[in-house]
């Protein structure tokens, strides 16, 4: 039978863990533990389509440890929406007492899962399940804290605008993922319940929760050192400019290399804003596994969006065993925007929004208001999806031409008489003067058909 807040934990090099430490109820009936599987079990496959994806190391380990896997074309598709059913199967695999029958096709696995998921009341009828359906944010936040377990917090106080349109017996599961900035919302203020997630996100919601309730009992998981936690998390908005202090908490004890000093000249805080005004480091110190960056009064300045990098070969654990390879690129990123300012807003779309007879054409243009960028080492041809009948179509390109329009290029023109769907991921555009990255674009807000 399923123990409550039987999630397997698994500590990576993710760098978007939550930020606060969380305190588990008791998980019921025969828990015997939380445990740690860092070996792995799933066979590693080298995927032809996550290059420099924001979440590429996090899908690469979790298909290390068997939780996630792709397809037979050796693709991940980060950027699919995930099914209802596929995200069910990564709930059931990150549980310690799932286990599945080797041999099993697909569809053997899956009436596994679903009959565990049953059995356990994270879903209510695995035969009326509609998995093919896209899974929403409000139904993943529901099904993985019904698999966690009762959390020891009483806080459903939502902050979102729309809260109206979140059900209502699902706000207090929505309220601990917000609690434990497992999963957040948008610069609007707005949670978005009925937005499809996609695969990548829904990887890294998993690893935040198995990354904050690691256990902390001193032992060497055998994973290397890793990082479990930061303070501020990477992609907060909204982060207080009076700060002052970042924590890094490893997964095992922690020293300097050489010493502090070598450390602190080895930690950078870019601001990406104002490229004049990084944030400056008073100190660095090491307590256990935690990492304090003290930094100096004032430092961070309000509407900055900001870059913490850490050096390689500067941070060992305290056995002298494994040493740390580092913060790079755009793993850590914040902002002290105000929540309330918004990020690129479209002008228009080509074709239009529910246009129908439209012309076949392998050109797709999608307007802002403002002047945008790629954001800094994300892959733009990865920020969008274009489908017919939930299979994707081919895209040659997609670049910014003009400085406000997204420019997507198909392989070959759509053909007459059916329906397409683009979709426009968040996190890869950003303005060009507040550096606020674009929400996205939901399929179903960009549907048209050709004539």
Known sequence: ?????????????????????TSFANPGKGNTG??????????????????SHWAAQTIREMNRLGITSGYPDYSFKPNAPVSRYEAMMMICRAMDDFEQEDGLSWEGRLEECLNYAEENDIIDDAEDFEGWKPAKRYEV??????AAGDLDVDDETLPFLDINDIPEDARHYIGVMFNHKWMVGYPDKKFQPNK???????????????????????????????????????????????TDKLTVRFNMDIVAVVDDLDVEEGIEIENLTDTNEDAAIDSVSFNGR????????GTLDEDMKYRVTIDDGIIESENGEEEFDGISSSEWEFSTFDEDEDGPEL????????????????????KFKS????????????????KKDDQEVEIENVKIEDGDTLVITLKDE???????????????????????????????EWRFTTG
């Open 196 to 242: 499809p997630v996609t695969r990548a996100e829904l990887t890294v919601i998993i690893y935040r929760i198995l990354g904050d309730v690691w256990p902390d009992n001193g032992d060497n998981d055998g994973s290397g050192l890793r990082i479990a936690k930061i303070d501020p998390n990477d992609g907060e908005s909204g982060v207080d400019p009076d």
């Open 1 to 21: 039978m399923f123990k409550k807040g039987a999630f397997t934990f698994i500590l990576t090099a993710l760098i978007i863990l939550g930020l606060t430490a």
């Open 414 to 444: 759509l053909e007459s008489g059916e329906t397409f769907e683009v979709t426009i991921m968040p996190g890869f555009i950003e303005d060009v003067e507040t550096l606020i990255d674009y929400d996205g674009l939901d399929g179903d």
């Open 141 to 146: 936040a529901v099904w993985a804290m019904k």
């Open 34 to 51: 939380w445990k740690f599987n860092g070996k792995g079990n799933g066979k590693v496959v080298q995927f032809n389509d996550i290059g």
């Open 290 to 297: 935690v990492l304090t960056i003290e930094l100096e009064e």
């Open 347 to 366: 002008d228009s779309l080509n074709p239009e929004n529910d246009e129908k007879n439209v012309e076949p054409t392998a050109t797709l243009e999608a």
């Open 371 to 386: 002047d945008i960028e790629v954001i800094s080492d994300k892959d733009i041809d990865n920020a969008v999806e274009v």
